[in-house]
């Protein structure tokens, strides 16, 4: 058959690639920020946007879909044309996308930084900025599914189906967990409260993390894994039965992050039986890839490529075996809220996602630049130099996460806390903060030794920003011919692909989320329970915009050494007026949720409260968090009280009718008696500063069901 | 809250539905499972050399 021309667009593969290194970076050296205001806070600047609350997202949201995110595209976009002997479809739309995804994480960074986010972890962006991330993921998936349509290969290679599977999956999980209200131009609240929110957000949380970071970098690895040792994958089926078994299981594993707390008991075994289940898919992966290298594994030894791909998909292995181990209940009860998540996550985020990046691009710059790499001797050493920072990170922080939960749950002779003051842990766990700090260091000057690789590597070659290829055309072949396997005609049919790949992952959904809206007895109702005043609102908005919820929960667990310490446990009707919920996943601080108790044994009086957010360390000498002096020079937006009650309304919660245009009256007489109260005491502040409003929710959340007087 | 409850609780035999969605997806992984099991093995040593095939007809290694 006649041979046809056509050209693979480099150019975009060079874009994506550059801005990888250049979130990489930024990304990195924000998290080395972070890991160094644990142990000094005087890092925090006395400054709203260099606070920890509202960096630590900036850091996140830079790793996750800065790095990793240009990553994948890096990526998706040599490989996808390769496999499919054909150049993009649409030039502009992958021109778009590039620009659209940069002008995403730059809107992303100085709106979190603003302290405008939405108060959910890693879907912190507000929801204009969620409407264009739709818009260029419709432009990205459509111009792929374009591609695969105008491919002159007959199959589907199996890494596209993961790439497939990405698409329609983030856009189901960014869709289904933003659906918001606005209220303002640039803040909304979530349509979940509470329980639902929880388990709506933790369903889109622990999906990001399976397919943002995990099914397109196993796309990558079934890929670039062959590529570079110059083998085909150790087996096709297993890789088969890997994709499948993965889009299933992983929907479901989600109330995985909700052990112990307030949502139905159903649907924590659900988690934790669908997540020991992922062993085995996600085993299988491991182990396909690292087979891949049979007969291959002496040139590991020379090439710096196939270490760091080598380390990656242990790494992958490692935290897919941990993951399982930490969604068993009793695992759970040690790990949760403790620096092992953290510890967990880095050695995916590190390890498999990194090193997995890190590895592409070396072997990618030399590719399209026709030249060897700079220096062989450098990527080595930052090979070592990654390899060692992921082990000073994660084992020190893996020793901190025991320690915590030994010294939380230890009781004395006299049946009382052995270590009554959260300090005393923290005091306990701050040379491990130092550790994590110095192998995040080396992470970052490793990535630095990579960058200045790449710049010689990209100056001593020459570049082709269109590849030319040929091959013969695909001859139509329409519908399932007599003899052929459904699979079989599956791979060649994208649409049907990709169809099938939504309802797969709309089944777990569905089996997660319906039974929580509509059987009664999952949120038992209690009738105490009442919305919050519009100032108590306010300060709510103000809790979440400087990212308490970062460092404190607002779930105490039904663990004795939890109600000693933080009062009676939570239960899931108290949330029912949460939009968002903010029950957290850390305690770098203790649990809030009782601290407005009287009886409580965390109560502190309002002055306290002032005093401490102005400058904590004067009330406690050792304490780490940052101080909030622009608490009590910031005014309380009275503007916004109307939006934000009918928002509300909008959503069911309780308010009376016509109580928006009257709310304000009731924001001025409570704030004006704390403010009174804080007189007093000797402190002299204005009833329209934030910091009163802050002070009012803080003494309001958790108090529904005591008698509070 | 309210608004996706009073969606849901519209749809009629809407407490089916998941396990509907738990039965197709048991039914479409055994499925799968088997398909692939019995898959010829000449046919997935095909498939699993497509990433090579383009370095096989150029066979221009820059990186080794």
Not at chain 1, 108 to 119: E, S
Not at chain 1, 201 to 230: D, E, S
Request: hydrophobic share 45%.
């Amino acid at each position: 058959m006649e041979l046809q021309k056509f050209y693979y667009d480099n150019k975009i593969v060079k874009m994506f690639a550059y801005a990888t290194l250049f979130w990489g970076i930024v990304g990195m050296l924000v998290g080395v920020l972070i890991a160094f205001q644990l142990i000094f806070p005087e890092l925090n600047f006395g400054l709203a946007f260099t606070t920890f609350g509202r960096v630590r997202p900036v850091h996140t949201n830079a790793i996750i879909f800065a790095f990793v995110g240009n990553g994948i595209f890096t990526g998706y976009y040599y490989s996808l044309q390769r496999l499919l002997k054909t150049g993009m479809a649409s030039k502009w739309m992958s021109t778009f996308h590039f620009w659209g995804w940069q002008f995403i994480i730059v809107l992303a960074a100085v709106t979190l930084l603003a302290g405008y986010t939405t108060g959910k972890e890693y879907a912190e962006l507000e929801w204009p900025i969620d409407i264009l991330i739709a818009v260029v993921w419709v432009v990205f998936g459509w111009n792929m599914m374009w591609t695969i349509l105008k491919r002159r290969t007959k199959h589907i290679y199996v890494a596209i189906w993961f790439y497939i599977a990405t698409f329609v999956t983030v856009a189901v999980l960014h869709i289904g967990n933003s659906i918001e209200i606005p209220w303002s131009w640039l803040k909304s609240y979530p349509v979940y409260a509470g329980v639902q929110d929880a388990l709506v957000q933790w369903w889109y949380g622990h999906n990001a993390v399976a397919f943002f970071l995990t099914t397109p970098y196993l796309g990558l690895m079934y890929y670039f894994m062959p590529k570079a040792a110059n083998r085909p994958v150790y087996s096709y089926k297993l890789s088969i039965v890997h994709f499948w078994a993965l889009i299933f299981l992983y929907i479901w594993a989600g109330p995985h992050h909700l052990l112990y707390q307030a949502v139905p008991n159903w649907a924590q075994s659900l988690g934790t039986v669908f997540s020991i289940m992922l062993i085995a898919p996600s085993w299988g992966g491991m182990i396909n890839g690292l087979l891949t290298l049979r007969g291959a594994w002496d040139r590991v030894r020379e090439d710096p490529v196939l270490k760091f791909f080598v380390v990656a998909v242990t790494a992958y292995g490692m935290s897919t075996f941990e993951g399982p181990m930490l969604s068993l209940k009793s695992i759970n009860a040690i790990s949760h809220f403790t620096n092992w998540t953290v510890g967990h996550v880095h050695i995916g985020a590190m390890g498999w996602n990194g090193f997995l990046t890190f590895g592409m691009i070396y072997w990618l710059f030399p590719k399209m630049f026709k030249t060897k790499l700079y220096s062989v001797k450098l990527a080595n050493l930052h090979f070592w130099l990654g390899t060692l920072a992921i082990l000073f990170y994660s084992i020190p922080l893996y020793w901190a996460g025991w320690t915590e939960a030994s010294m939380f749950k230890q009781f004395n002779d006299a049946g009382t806390l052995m270590y009554p003051n959260f300090l005393q842990v923290v005091e306990q766990i701050m040379p491990m903060y130092y550790m994590r700090a110095f192998g995040g260091t080396l992470y970052f000057l490793g990535a630095f030794l990579l960058v200045y690789n790449i710049y010689k590597t990209v100056k001593a070659g020459s570049f082709a920003a269109y590849e030319e290829a040929e091959a013969p055309a695909l001859e139509k072949e329409g519908g399932r011919k007599p003899g052929e396997g459904y699979h079989r005609f599956l791979e060649r049919k994208p649409v049907q692909f990709m169809i099938l790949s939504i309802v797969a992952i709309l089944i777990g959904g569905l089996v997660e989320v319906i039974p929580t809206y509509l059987i009664k007895s999952n949120i038992p109702t209690i009738a105490s329970v009442k919305p919050y005043t519009p100032l108590e609102l306010h300060g709510r908005d103000i809790y979440i915009a400087e990212g308490c919820y970062n460092c404190h929960s607002q779930m105490i667990r039904p663990f004795r050494s939890e109600t000693e310490r933080y009062g009676e446990y939570s239960k899931a009707g108290e949330y029912v007026y949460d939009h968002p919920f903010q029950w957290g996943s850390k305690r770098t601080g203790p649990d809030l949720w009782r601290n407005g108790v009287k009886t409580g044994r965390n109560y502190k009086p309002d002055s306290w409260h002032y005093n401490h957010f102005m400058d904590p360390q004067k009330m406690n000498a050792t304490s780490i968090m940052p101080a909030y002096p622009w608490l009590a020079d910031y005014e309380i937006n009275l503007d916004l009280t109307a939006a934000k009650i009918r928002a509300m309304q909008t959503l069911g919660v309780p308010y009376p009718e016509g109580y928006d245009k009257v709310a304000n009256d009731d924001v001025k007489a409570q704030a004006e008696k704390i403010a009174a109260g804080l007189k007093a005491q000797g402190i002299d502040v204005g009833s329209n500063k934030q910091v009163i409003a802050l002070i009012a929710y803080i003494q309001r959340i958790g108090t529904d069901i005591v008698e509070n007087k | 809250m309210g608004i996706v409850r009073s969606i849901l609780s519209g749809i009629d035999g809407v407490f089916w539905f998941p396990l509907i969605a738990l039965l197709l997806f048991v039914a479409f992984f055994v499925v799968m499972a088997v398909h692939t099991w019995t898959m010829k093995k000449s046919r997935a040593e095909e498939l699993a050399r497509l990433p090579l095939e383009e370095d096989e007809e150029k066979n221009n290694d820059f990186n080794s």
